[in-house]
């Protein structure tokens, strides 16, 4: 089991910025790729970005490549998600996962743990 608990939600104006942060308990945390997934109402949650164990390989969808940043910190136990020129489309709830998989995986169904997600609002 890696226990994952996401926060650093809120509310932001179009443009602005915010930090999500995933904590993870236990000791296997580096030996896991990290993502982020996001889910609005009405919606299937969707990728977002996605990290190696290491951190040095990253991956991102489309819609949020050039204003998303992921980042981890294993001696921390904890991955970021750095949002810059937040849109209102990009309203949602936000949840880290962990994969075992070693590739770059960007469906849900590749993760095996997941946290209870943050909710991300942004207005215009």
């Known amino acids: 089991q890696v226990p994952l608990v996401e926060s650093g939600g809120g509310l932001v104006q179009a443009g602005g910025s915010l930090r999500l942060s995933c904590a993870a308990s236990g000791r296997t945390f580096s030996r896991y790729a990290m993502g982020w997934f996001r889910q609005a109402p009405g919606k299937e949650r969707e990728f977002v970005a996605t990290i190696n164990w290491s951190g040095h390989s990253t991956y991102y969808a489309d819609s949020v490549t050039g204003r998303f940043t992921i980042s981890r910190d294993n001696a921390k136990n904890t991955v970021y998600l750095q949002m810059n020129s937040l849109k209102p489309e990009d309203t949602a709830v936000y949840y880290c996962?962990?994969?075992?998989?070693?590739?770059?995986?960007?469906?849900?169904?590749?993760?095996?743990?997941w946290g209870q997600g943050t909710q991300v609002t942004v207005s215009s």
């Open positions: 996962a962990a994969s075992d998989s070693i590739v770059v995986v960007t469906t849900p169904g590749e993760y095996k743990y």
